[in-house]
């Protein structure tokens, strides 16, 4: 059965910094890129960043030089780490797991989505 299990979420200030990860189980996770994505009510789920297999990254450019996405193979892990915070960034994020490399992913499998709110 395949799972894709966030945690790392909250309530922080503008500014601060936090860390998303996702611990994935099910599947043969070295072989699948792996994204991050966010979605607020109303709109349409948007692209974080995105990671290969070869460790190859995607941001989106609201998400350039504040996040950075990383993986470790051996532990079915996928880290977001979140710096400089602001309040837009408040959303529902989630872990996806697909086939192929950007910008052709194939995104099978999601999590459940962690809560993160930034207060201004």
């Known amino acids: 059965q395949v799972q894709l299990v966030e945690s790392g979420g909250g309530l922080v200030q503008a500014g601060d910094s936090l860390r998303l990860s996702c611990a994935a189980s099910g599947f043969t996770f070295s072989t699948y890129s792996m994204g991050w994505y966010r979605q607020v009510p109303g709109k349409e789920r948007e692209l974080v960043a995105t990671?290969?297999?070869?460790?190859?990254?995607h941001y989106a450019d609201f998400a350039k030089g504040r996040f950075t996405i990383s993986r470790v193979n051996a532990k079915n892990t996928v880290d977001l780490q979140m710096n400089s915070l602001k309040p837009e960034d408040t959303a529902v994020y989630y872990c996806?797991?697909?086939?192929?490399?950007?910008?052709?992913?194939?995104?099978?499998?999601w999590g459940q989505g962690t809560q993160v709110t930034v207060s201004s």
């Open positions: 990671i290969s297999t070869y460790l190859s990254t």
């Open positions: 996806a797991a697909g086939v192929g490399f950007w910008p052709s992913v194939n995104y099978n499998y």
